[in-house]
């Protein structure tokens, strides 16, 4: 099993730039989640997934951000436009809906200078 | 709401010391419990965990023990290793809350040789 992937592994962009990251979750998963982590706030849940659906955006900061699902296999996370407070790692998770296990990414390092 | 508490670090250990990380926790709901660990450039990855008062999660020499009584989840490890050197999160997981995952903070173990 490949696990969690995302991309790109590194993103580094200027203020103001429209960011887009990835995230293909386990084959045969159902829920999704968005995690945002830094040293001040640690880790945070930015949205989850479940079929698809989007269940709970209440981590999600401000407007600027928004997350898609597409389909089962699939996911983005937007950032428009992009300020250099967004920067951190953001990591995208897993799990089948009920075993609340979560299998993580390797995360996206987001530099917005 | 839920919240876990866990000691804050860093927390610094010559090779073969005894590793204890204290963890609390406040839930509404009968939660389940977790110990994950992120090492250096990595994605989160599940260490142990614990479903039900007075079980015990053991993974890699790690163990800890679900108290009801005390609402607590240490993390114990009898000898640790360099390569045991990586932060490490309590978190915990009820349906009162959909089953998302309520992270601590994060405590960061360094293991000198």
């Known amino acids: 099993d490949a696990g969690v992937i995302q991309s790109p592994r590194h993103e580094v962009t200027e203020m103001g730039q429209e960011v887009t990251l990835r995230c293909k979750p386990i084959?045969?998963?159902?829920?999704l989640f968005w995690y945002r982590q830094t040293m001040m706030r640690g880790l945070e849940l930015l949205i989850y997934f479940n079929n698809n659906v989007p269940i709970d955006d209440s981590g999600m900061p401000e407007d600027r951000f928004s997350a898609k699902m597409p389909n089962a296999s699939f996911s983005t996370l937007k950032i428009q436009p992009s300020e250099p407070r967004d920067s951190a790692v953001y990591f995208c998770a897993s799990s089948q809906s009920g075993t609340n296990i979560q299998y993580f990414g390797a995360g996206t390092r987001l530099s917005v200078l | 709401g839920n919240s876990v508490t866990q000691m804050e670090g860093p927390v610094t250990l010559s090779e073969e010391a005894f590793l204890t990380i204290n963890c609390t926790y406040t839930?509404?709901?009968?939660?389940?419990l977790f110990w994950y660990v992120q090492y250096p450039g990595e994605g989160l990855q599940l260490l142990l965990k614990a479903t039900k008062a007075d079980d015990k999660g053991s993974n890699k020499g790690f163990e800890a023990t679900y108290r009801k009584e005390t609402t607590s989840f240490h993390l114990e490890k009898g000898s640790v290793q360099v390569s045991d050197s990586a932060v490490y999160f309590c978190a915990l997981s009820d349906k009162s809350s959909n089953y998302k995952l309520t992270f601590g903070k994060g405590t960061l173990l360094t293991v000198n040789p």
């Open positions: 839930a509404t709901g009968y939660p389940s």
């Open positions: 084959s045969g998963h159902n829920s």
